[in-house]
């Protein structure tokens, strides 16, 4: 019994330094993982930013090629790849639907940029991906803490 006591005895002793050890302990766990959540964060806001500055980019493209059927300056269907693809790559590290929505742009400017034209169903269609990948970008950064 004469251990238990002096365990006792110690435990009251230390009381204040055992909780500030815990206290401590507990902080330091905390403020790791609300670092690494604003770091992560941080980072989705970065790159949806850099998403939707292409998509406006690549949205001029086809504005230039469809309505002013300007195929070697501003509406290039190269400069439209350049988009797109930056657009694919960068999305593939956000969350949410945005790599699902680039992917659906990606898909939809190959099989319809050669057939672009004013107000036609390849034009609507890839207006239709620009405005996806627009939307699922914007709800990831209303999402975000």
Excluded: C
Excluded at 40 to 69: C, K, P
Excluded at 83 to 92: E, F, K, P, T, Y
């Amino acid at each position: 019994m004469d251990g238990i006591e002096n365990l006792r005895e110690q435990l009251r002793r230390n009381a204040v330094a055992l909780i500030s050890l815990v206290v401590a302990i507990s902080s330091l766990g905390y403020n790791t993982w609300r670092n690494e959540a604003t770091e992560y964060n941080r980072n989705q806001r970065a790159i949806s930013i850099e998403v939707l500055r292409h998509t406006g980019q690549f949205q001029q493209v086809v504005f230039h090629n469809a309505w002013d059927m300007d195929t070697s300056g501003r509406g290039n269907p190269r400069t439209g790849w350049v988009h797109v693809l930056a657009i694919r790559d960068l999305s593939q590290i956000l969350d949410g639907e945005v790599p699902v929505s680039a992917q659906r742009l990606y898909q939809t400017w190959e099989t319809e940029w050669n057939a672009l034209g004013p107000d036609n169903a390849s034009y609507r269609k890839i207006i239709d991906a620009i405005e996806a990948v627009r939307r699922d970008t914007h709800e990831l950064l209303l999402d975000l803490d």
